[in-house]
T-cell receptor, first 115, second 115 residues
Framework: DTGVSQDPRHKITKRGQNVTFRCDPISEHNRLYWYRQTLGQGPEFLTYFQNEAQLEKSRLLSDRFSAERPKGSFSTLEIQRTEQGDSAMYLC?????????????FGPGTRLTVL | AQKITQTQPGMFVQEKEAVTLDCTYDTSDQSYGLFWYKQPSSGEMIFLIYQGSYDEQNATEGRYSLNFQKARKSTNLVISASQLGDSAMYFCAMSGYNQGGKLIFGQGTELSVKP
């Protein structure tokens, strides 16, 4: 049983560039979540999917951010025109869709640095 | 609105001793879940233990146990027989029945285990 995987693990980019991250959830999990974690803080919710449907987006998710889960399997998170304030760890998690309180299992994260 | 509070930014414990990490929460949901995650310096969030709001028994998982006091809205994590590998950030989190499963995290507690 493989866990949640994320790619890349690290990304360094220049301000103004676009970046895309990928998350592969645990295979039988229907729900997929994206969180952002800045230094010294706990993770903050960005968005989540149930199968291919994006059910909620945080106000943290500006128009420059877009997430997809086209076939209900892997998901991508794209940030357009990156800013230095986007530098953070981006965490993906998945859970089964049985209950809202089901345990979420996290991937290793993608650490983004915007220069 | 939901809120998690961890009031201990840092804790020290001697190897082989027990330590308690504090967490209080606030929610208007009647049904909710409480979680503890460990985050080593590598960045991955590792699930440790879960307590459901209707669970009458305190959760236990190996060396981890919860002191769940519903009336006081607290769910403290007890780590017994601390090991050097327990040194990490520990996050308390909750999800509510009406919150779509998204996790709200506290600020975290950094635990250092001394040899």
């Amino acid at each position: 049983d493989t866990g949640v995987s994320q790619d890349p693990r690290h990304k360094i980019t220049k301000r103004g560039q676009n970046v895309t991250f990928r998350c592969d959830p645990i295979s039988e999990h229907n729900r997929l979540y994206w969180y952002r974690q800045t230094l010294g803080q706990g993770p903050e919710f960005l968005t989540y999917f149930q199968n291919e449907a994006q059910l909620e987006k945080s106000r943290l998710l500006s128009d420059r951010f877009s997430a997809e889960r086209p076939k209900g399997s892997f998901s991508t998170l794209e940030i357009q025109r990156t800013e230095q304030g986007d530098s953070a760890m981006y965490l993906c998690a998945s859970s089964s869709a049985g209950r809202s309180t089901d345990t979420q299992y996290f991937g290793p994260g993608t650490r983004l640095t915007v220069l | 609105a939901q809120k998690i509070t961890q009031t201990q930014p840092g804790m020290f414990v001697q190897e082989k001793e027990a330590v308690t990490l504090d967490c209080t929460y606030d929610t208007s949901d009647q049904s909710y879940g409480l979680f503890w995650y460990k985050q080593p310096s590598s960045g991955e969030m590792i699930f440790l233990i879960y307590q459901g709001s209707y669970d009458e028994q305190n959760a236990t998982e190996g060396r981890y146990s919860l002191n769940f006091q519903k009336a006081r809205k607290s769910t403290n994590l007890v780590i017994s027989a601390s090991q050097l590998g327990d040194s990490a950030m520990y996050f308390c989190a909750m999800s509510g029945y009406n919150q779509g499963g998204k996790l709200i995290f506290g600020q975290g507690t950094e635990l250092s285990v001394k040899p």
